[in-house]
Structures are given as structure tokens and as C-alpha cells.
């Protein structure tokens, strides 16, 4: 269980003296075969199963660092819960903060009829998972890697509270402890399904923005996205994971995905953003696009594997982008319904036309996966724009959107969205990073014809490429409470091309809600009494490289 009292020292001591300046602290974890347990250590240790770099560096650039490396000498379960005590006992001051600022309200003793069928719910979906994994996992690729990320989440909840274990490795999990923190994605599904009767998520809520742009010529290929959020999630950190794990308990060749890089939060072992590059070749990050269709909720059961542990899994495996859709279809949750773009770098070229398989797009509701190669798209169009509205028709028409549209009109469609409107007239602008930055970035919601609504006054900063709906006045009128002001918008940008990529799974990222024509965020001056701990006052950051290497 989450130690509460824990967490009221941390809010105490770290909420005004977090540290200020770029030290990097570091740690092992080592397997002691006399008591069979594992230890950790401050400081990188020879020989240990895991070490970790990290970086606190919040109140300089709005972001945490850290990289974890896991050592192939060990068997797998060993490295993914070697992983998780050093993750977790190096960031435990964040953890403890993001937990107060994100989660510790959301289900605390005694349980609401909702939070009880909600425990449940995922006490049965971890059991029926933890049952296929005890048939399949020596053997099926798919199984062992959905057991590595329990048994990380594992390791974290125990290196949180300093408290190492031994073999076999845990799979004890509270599953409204740092389990949360995993799945919260899924939430904005199962609040429905599960009958939540206070449901806060407006109609039309939106998660984020991407873009893939392919410049002129075919000189780079660019990947970026905004994600969209609470403002209280912006305790951020990036994450770089380099675990050689293998295929299988049986298949001892190291997985594709052995590296990858990502933006994620504490305490989450996966993105949720999501925005990952990986030594594959790949690049995976999604918007979501959410069900409208109540019909389609019968289909959400235990009996499935919720969406985070599916990506991780086709992140570690696949090869393409092919590969990689099929991998995550398997077992389909129907929760956290998004649109997924995974981009394969290997096939393209600067200068040369880009191969069949460079991007493939899926997108997911209850009871339907749909996948396609859009390469061809991609180039006629020379870009890729993803939004919180589905594409394929299929989808589209099965998730409920037409209601909407006929109902308030084109900003549920997906080419006719403000955010669609705004890619198309500008994405001929991009000729170069500042200009792909300055895009993923854009919001002039007061000015911008195309960030107008049916509204009182007659604009929404929901309506840009990088929502500020702080900025929308509290006594406006709105048609849908998704336009109206709120505590959401943009909170990030993170942008890579073809060098940094190849180069070394770098990334630009920007931290915060965009302040490029608008006022920077400032939680003081706000009006939002929401918890924050750990945050700058002020979010006006300029954008670093991150590509995972500390120092």
C-alpha cells in the first residue's frame, strides 16, 4: 500500500526548496545470491542488475532526466524489477509529489461504490493477465513482455519505499497504489463503463496534437507532438530505458526495443503521453479519439490487456510498423481509445521518395482495430495531422462522432476541426525545425479566424494547435464544455527528424503550455486551487535535447 504519511514529508520538505540546480545523482541495484535479495545503492556499482542517472532540473528547464540500464547478464524478470527499485528509489521525492498532485484523491478509504467496482475491475483484469502469463509467458513474446512491465511497476512501488525484495520477483500490486499512475489513460473509459457518477471530462476533451511532416523534396521527415493535459500533470520527466531484455524466457535474442526514449511522468514505467523512439527503428506516439457509442461498451471486460502494457509490448518487438500493429491489437481493451503513428524511420532516406511501411496508422475503440499503411498519403499530402477525431471511417462512424457533428456542427470532423483547418493552411510553413517548433507551438485563439466558435466571446484557446484553455474567461458561454475554460491545455512539445533520430533516439522538447503569443502560464496568478508541488510558479521554458545520456 501507498504510505500516506510518506507523502506528507515529501509535500512538506520538497514543494518550496526542490532542487534548483543540474546535479546528477545516481544509483545501482545489485542480486546478493548468499540471501537471495537484491540491494540498492547510492552511486553506480560494477556488476549490478540495474543503474540509473538522474537529473532534477525543473525549475531550469521545466523537465527531470533520467536513464535507467539494465545488464544482460541477469534473466529478464531480474532486470525488469532491478529496473523498477532503482527507478523508484531515485525519484521517490517526485513520485511522492505526483501522487499527491494527480492521484491521491481519486480513490481514498473508505471507497466510493464507484472506486470499489473500479478495484475490481482491475483486481480481475491483473488475475486473468497473471493466469496467461503463468501458461504462456516461457514461451510467448507477447506474455513475457506484458509480464516484464508488471514486474517494473513491481520493482518501482518497492524502490519507492525502499523495501527490495528477492526471487521470485513480485507481482504483488496494488492496483490503486502506483498501478494508477499506469493506467490512468484508461480511466477516462472505465469511469463510464464502471458508472462513475461524477464524471469532471467535458465533451470534446482533447489530449493532443501531432503532426508528421515531410518537407519538400523529401529533405527530412519530421515527428512531433503537443500533449494535452491537466495542468497539474507537469511534473514531467524524460526517459531513456536501455534493458536487453529478450523474445522470450525461451528465445534468448535481445528484443529490438531494447533502447527506447520517451517524455513520461514519475513514477510510470510507460510514456502516456504517448511519445516514444526506439532502437527498432520506430517511432510510436498517438492522440486520442475517445468513443462516443455507449453500444460499444459491453465490450470492455477483465478479459483483456489494457492499452499501455499493449504498446509496451509492440514497442519491444516489432520491427515495422506492420509488426507493430499487430502485436498491440492482440487482446484489445477497448480503453484509451486513441490513434496511433508509428513511423519507421528505416525506410527513409533524405532526398529519395520514402518506402512502403514509413508510416503506418492505427486506431483503436471497443471491439474494432483499424490499421493501414498511409506512406502513400503521407507523400501526396506531405504531411500526417492526428487530433482528438478519428479517420477511418469505419471508426468514425462506429465511435458515435457523426451524433456530434450533426449536433454542433464540423468541429467533430476530422478534417474540419479547428486543428485540422489550422494544419492544413500551415504546415506549408514548416521548412525547418524553428518553423516545425513554431507550428506544434502556434495559438492565437483571439485573432485567428479559424480559432473562432459559436461562443461567448467568439474564440476558445482549445481551438489551437496548443490548447490554452486557461485563457478562456471563466463567465464565457460555450456549446460544449470542452471550449470553456478550464485547468487543461497543451502542457508539452517534443519534435525529432531523421538525424536526431539516427543520431541518437534524440528529441527536441519544450516543457509547459505554449507562451509563444500569449502569456506565459503562471500557477500564482491563475485562479486555479488545484495541488502543484514541485512546480515552477512560472512555465516559460525554452526547449532542450534530450537523447538519454547523463553525465
Not at 52 to 58: D, E, P, Q, R
Not at 95 to 107: D, E, P, R, V
Not at 254 to 283: E, H, K, W
Request: glycine share 8%; aromatic share 14%; proline share 5%.
Amino acid at each position: 500500500m501507498v504510505d500516506k504519511a510518506m507523502f506528507l514529508v515529501f509535500a512538506c520538505v520538497f514543494s518550496a526548496t526542490f532542487v534548483q540546480a543540474e546535479t546528477t545523482i545516481s544509483a545501482s541495484v545489485t542480486w546478493n545470491s548468499t540471501n537471495n535479495k537484491f540491494c540498492i545503492h547510492d552511486g553506480i556499482i560494477g556488476g549490478s542488475v540495474a543503474s540509473a542517472k538522474f537529473i532534477n532540473s525543473i525549475n531550469i528547464t521545466g523537465w527531470s532526466y533520467l536513464e535507467v540500464t539494465t545488464s544482460e547478464k541477469y534473466e529478464d524478470e531480474m532486470q525488469a524489477y532491478a529496473a523498477g527499485l532503482v527507478e523508484g528509489y531515485i525519484t521517490k521525492e517526485l513520485i511522492a509529489l505526483h501522487w499527491i498532485n494527480t492521484a491521491q484523491g481519486y480513490c481514498p478509504e473508505p471507497l466510493t461504490p464507484y472506486c470499489q467496482r473500479l478495484k475490481n475491475f482491475l483486481e480481475k483484469n491483473l488475475d486473468w493477465v497473471n493466469k496467461k502469463i503463468e501458461i504462456y509467458g516461457a514461451n510467448d513474446t507477447f506474455w513475457h513482455q506484458v509480464d516484464l512491465v508488471l514486474v517494473q511497476i513491481s520493482g518501482i512501488t518497492d524502490g519507492y519505499s525502499q523495501s527490495p525484495g528477492g526471487t521470485p520477483v513480485s507481482r504483488d500490486l496494488d492496483v490503486l497504489g502506483f498501478y494508477i499512475f499506469q493506467v490512468d489513460g484508461d480511466f477516462e473509459d472505465l469511469e463510464t463503463v464502471l458508472a462513475k457518477t461524477d464524471i469532471s471530462r467535458p465533451l470534446g476533451d482533447g489530449h493532443c496534437s501531432a503532426l508528421i511532416k515531410l518537407l519538400p523534396g523529401n529533405k527530412d521527415l519530421y515527428v512531433a507532438q503537443d500533449t494535452w493535459s491537466g495542468f497539474q500533470s507537469m511534473l514531467r520527466i524524460l526517459k531513456k530505458y536501455d534493458f536487453s531484455y529478450h523474445y522470450s524466457a525461451e528465445d534468448k535474442r535481445v528484443v529490438p526495443g531494447q533502447i527506447s526514449t520517451f517524455s513520461s511522468q514519475p513514477g510510470r514505467v510507460m510514456s502516456g503521453d504517448d511519445f516514444y523512439l526506439i532502437s527498432s527503428g520506430l517511432a510510436s506516439l498517438e492522440t486520442t479519439i475517445g468513443n462516443g457509442n455507449s453500444s460499444l461498451w459491453q465490450y470492455v471486460t477483465p478479459e483483456s490487456v489494457l492499452e499501455g502494457f499493449r504498446n509496451m509490448a509492440a514497442n519491444r518487438l516489432a520491427t515495422t510498423g506492420l509488426d507493430w500493429c499487430k502485436t498491440f491489437e492482440q487482446y484489445n481493451s477497448g480503453t484509451y481509445n486513441n490513434e496511433w503513428m508509428i513511423v519507421d524511420y528505416k525506410q527513409f532516406k533524405p532526398g529519395q521518395p520514402p518506402k512502403e511501411g514509413l508510416l503506418y496508422v492505427l486506431e483503436q475503440i471497443p471491439n474494432l482495430i483499424v490499421y493501414d499503411d498511409m506512406t502513400d498519403f503521407l507523400q501526396k499530402q506531405t504531411y500526417w495531422p492526428s487530433y482528438n477525431t478519428a479517420f477511418f471511417p469505419e471508426i468514425f462512424n462506429m465511435s458515435g462522432d457523426q451524433a456530434n457533428v450533426d449536433k454542433f456542427g464540423d468541429w467533430f470532423t476530422y478534417d474540419h476541426t479547428p486543428r485540422a483547418n489550422i494544419f492544413r493552411r500551415d504546415h506549408i510553413n514548416v521548412k525547418d525545425i524553428d518553423s516545425m517548433m513554431k507550428m506544434m507551438r502556434y495559438n492565437d485563439f483571439k485573432h485567428d479566424p479559424l480559432s473562432r466558435c459559436n461562443c461567448t466571446p467568439p474564440y476558445s484557446g482549445e481551438n489551437g494547435i496548443s490548447a490554452r484553455s486557461d485563457l478562456n474567461p471563466a463567465n464565457g458561454s460555450y456549446p460544449f464544455g470542452a471550449l470553456g475554460h478550464r485547468c487543461h491545455g497543451g502542457t508539452d512539445m517534443k519534435l525529432t527528424n531523421s538525424s536526431m533520430f539516427s543520431a541518437s533516439l534524440g528529441f527536441i522538447a519544450i516543457s509547459g503550455p505554449t507562451w509563444d503569443s500569449l502569456p506565459p502560464f503562471q500557477w500564482s496568478t491563475s485562479g486555479f486551487d488545484i495541488p502543484h508541488f514541485g512546480h515552477p510558479d512560472v512555465f516559460k521554458f525554452d526547449p532542450v535535447y534530450f537523447d538519454g545520456s547523463l553525465n
